[in-house]
């Protein structure tokens, strides 16, 4: 059975940082692209970034670009977002989820699938 | 701010079908494929529809997904209870080079 459980979300003031965790099991972890989305409180979701299967190739959304950076441990099976100079805006719910189609590759045909995390909760405030 | 567009809220009564339109550009809907997911109340997203109109195991056929143009729309048939959740279109972005989800759409079954 694919689980994917998210870590590390808590309360951080503006301009600090936090490292995420998502544990994946149930899959050959590293043939599969992975992705970071995140919902505000009462808003809608935004995809964050993504993470080919090797970890070569990294992509993010404009709003984080040079403040996150996403990683992944195959040997661990373990999928981290570090997130740096966090602004009240970054205050969301986090998941991750594993990308389809079926490939280590992230492509413009990649897309969070049909297993997420339960979420993380990361609070910026003061 | 999202580049693709849903109505904020759509509803019916049970039985009923219900459309959701999810409206784009060249760049993102235009030349790539469009997938819809389902969100329930206090609960991660599904996925509810993959390039267009490609249904994952264990979602009913009364949901289908179309595209034509720069827009694409989720329709469900015989509306439920259970089906009162957010719906999100989403689809990559030429422009952007990322992912973009729809502003999302809350549909009520009255």
């Known amino acids: 059975e694919v689980q994917l459980l998210e870590s590390g979300g808590g309360l951080v003031q503006p301009g600090g940082s936090l490292r995420l965790s998502c544990a994946a099991s149930g899959f050959t972890f590293s043939s599969y692209a992975m992705s970071w989305v995140r919902q505000a409180p009462g808003k809608g979701l935004e995809w964050v970034s993504a993470?080919?299967?090797?970890?070569?190739?990294?992509y993010y959304a404009d709003s984080v670009k040079g403040r996150f950076t996403i990683s992944r441990d195959n040997s661990k099976n373990t999928l981290y977002l570090q997130m740096n100079s966090l602004r009240a805006e970054d205050t969301a719910v986090y998941y991750c989820a594993k990308d389809n189609p079926p490939t280590s590759l992230f492509y413009s045909g990649s897309y969070p699938g049909d297993y997420w995390g339960q979420g993380t909760l990361v609070t910026v405030s003061s | 701010q999202s580049v693709l567009t849903q109505p904020p809220s759509a509803s019916g009564t049970p039985g009923q079908r219900v459309t959701i339109s999810c409206s784009g550009s060249?760049?993102?809907?235009?030349?790539?494929?469009v997938n819809w997911y389902q969100q329930l109340p206090g609960t991660a997203p599904k996925l509810l529809f993959y390039s267009n109109n490609q249904r994952p195991s264990g979602v009913p056929d009364r949901f289908s997904g179309s595209k034509s143009g720069t827009s694409a729309s989720l329709a469900i048939s015989g509306l439920q209870s259970e089906d009162e959740a957010d719906y999100y279109c989403?689809?990559?972005?030429?422009?952007?080079?990322?992912?973009?989800f729809g502003t999302g759409t809350k549909v009520t079954v009255l």
């Open positions: 993470i080919s299967g090797s970890g070569g190739s990294t």
């Open positions: 060249s760049s993102n809907i235009g030349t790539n494929t």
């Open positions: 989403a689809a990559w972005d030429d422009s952007l080079n990322g992912y973009v």
